[in-house]
Every structure is written in structure tokens, then in C-alpha cells.
T-cell receptor, first 113, second 112 residues
Framework: KAGVTQTPRYLIKTRGQQVTLSCSPI?????VSWYQQTPGQGLQFLFE???????NKGNFPGRFSGRQFSNSRSEMNVSTLELGDSALYLC????????????FGNGTRLTVT | KQEVTQIPAALSVPEGENLVLNCSFT??????LQWFRQDPGKGLTSLLL?????REQTSGRLNASLDKSSGRSTLYIAASQPGDSATYLC???????????FGPGTSLSVIP
């Protein structure tokens, strides 16, 4: 069974640009959640989608948005990039999102210059 | 606001030792709890999930327990090996519909 796939693995962008990250969950998983990981703040929850609906949202500005498609694949978009957005962005999928294990991809390393 | 602490922040032990990692939630109301390991530059690997109806889970040399009344969990690693070297993170949700919150992690180094 294929794991969670995140693309691209690495991204370098300039301040003010926008970026889209992609996540393909494990087959059959309907919940996809996104996290930002930085050395200073650790792992922080961005949002969670289930059956194309955002079910939960973390405390991030509106520049961070996401969506989920009917095949459960998800995308995350960050507009007007800031230097502080440099981080490892992790996606996790699970069968239901509740009481089922989270399975993570290897992440997308975003560097904003 | 729910916060998570993990003690110790870092640990270095000789191979073969048994060790305990601790995780504590400020708000003791925990619905379920999951332990992960993370290798440098990689995503997280799920180790154990203690579901809402459970108090303990075991997998091989790993055992995790959860005391819901205190919001504390321990991860026990028996007979540690160099391959166990990684950062271990705990994560929990307050309710079945709440977001998952992660601890800062414990960095473990097992010396051959």
C-alpha cells in the first residue's frame, strides 16, 4: 500500500510570491491534515479536511488556505509569502481523522528568501 | 489553551537500557493519544495510538500508557538499540472533533 505522498519535496520562493503544495493520502483515507514544523514553534496544526470539507482550522492567518478534492487529494496554498513561512510542511492522512492513526508524508521543505 | 510538555527534552543512553519518555497535557481532558518518531529531515512515523476506550498499547519493545485523569502518558522502550535514535513526539486531541496538538518532542540518542 503506497504511503502519503507530498510534492514537491523542496521549494525555494521569494517574499511576496505564492506557493501550492500537494498531498496524496493513503488509498481509502478520507481525512487529510496539514502541519507546519519549525525549530522554534515545533509542529503546529494548520487545518484538516474530510470528504472535501474543512473540519478544523488552526491559528494561522488567512494567507494559508487549503482544499480537498473528491479523490481525497489535498492542496495547501500560501499567498504573499513571508520569511517566517520557511518551514517543513507536513501532511497526514487517516481513515476517519478520529481515533485512527495519523500517517505522515515526508513533507515539503519551503524556503522563502 | 491546551499545551503539551515532554520530559526530558533530550536523552542519551547506552545500548540495551530500558527508558521512559514522558508526555503531559496541561488540560487533562484527552480523548486519544498517539506517539510518533521522527528521523532527521523526514516525516513522522506512527508508533502507537491509544484510542479513546483504551489505557495502554504495546508493540514489540514499545509500551505506551495514558492516564486520562491527569493527562499524562509514558512511552516505555525496552532494550534500546542504536536504531531507536530519533525524536519522539506525543500528540493528542481533547475531544473526538478537536484538532491534534503535538508536544515539542524528546530527542533520543542510543550509544552503541
Amino acid at each position: 500500500k503506497a504511503g502519503v505522498t507530498q510534492t514537491p519535496r523542496y521549494l525555494i520562493k521569494t517574499r511576496g510570491q505564492q506557493v501550492t503544495l500537494s498531498c496524496s493520502p493513503i488509498s481509502g483515507h478520507r481525512s487529510v491534515s496539514w502541519y507546519q514544523q519549525t525549530p522554534g514553534q515545533g509542529l503546529q496544526f494548520l487545518f484538516e479536511y474530510f470528504s472535501e470539507t474543512q473540519r478544523n482550522k488552526g491559528n494561522f492567518p488567512g494567507r494559508f488556505s487549503g482544499r480537498q478534492f473528491s479523490n481525497s487529494r489535498s492542496e495547501m496554498n500560501v499567498s504573499t509569502l513571508e520569511l517566517g513561512d520557511s518551514a517543513l510542511y507536513l501532511c497526514a492522512s487517516s481513515f476517519t481523522g478520529y481515533n485512527s492513526p495519523l500517517h505522515f508524508g515526508n513533507g515539503t521543505r519551503l524556503t522563502v528568501t | 489553551k491546551q499545551e503539551v510538555t515532554q520530559i526530558p527534552a533530550a536523552l542519551s543512553v547506552p545500548e540495551g537500557e530500558n527508558l521512559v519518555l514522558n508526555c503531559s497535557f496541561t488540560d487533562s481532558a484527552i480523548y486519544n493519544l498517539q506517539w510518533f518518531r521522527q528521523d532527521p529531515g523526514k516525516g513522522l512515523t506512527s508508533l502507537l495510538l491509544i484510542q479513546s476506550s483504551q489505557r495502554e498499547q504495546t508493540s514489540g519493545r514499545l509500551n505506551a500508557s495514558l492516564d486520562k485523569s491527569s493527562g499524562r502518558s509514558t512511552l516505555y522502550i525496552a532494550a534500546s538499540q542504536p536504531g531507536d535514535s530519533a525524536t519522539y513526539l506525543c500528540a493528542g486531541a481533547k475531544t473526538s472533533y478537536d484538532k491534534v496538538i503535538f508536544g515539542p518532542g524528546t530527542s533520543l540518542s542510543v550509544i552503541p
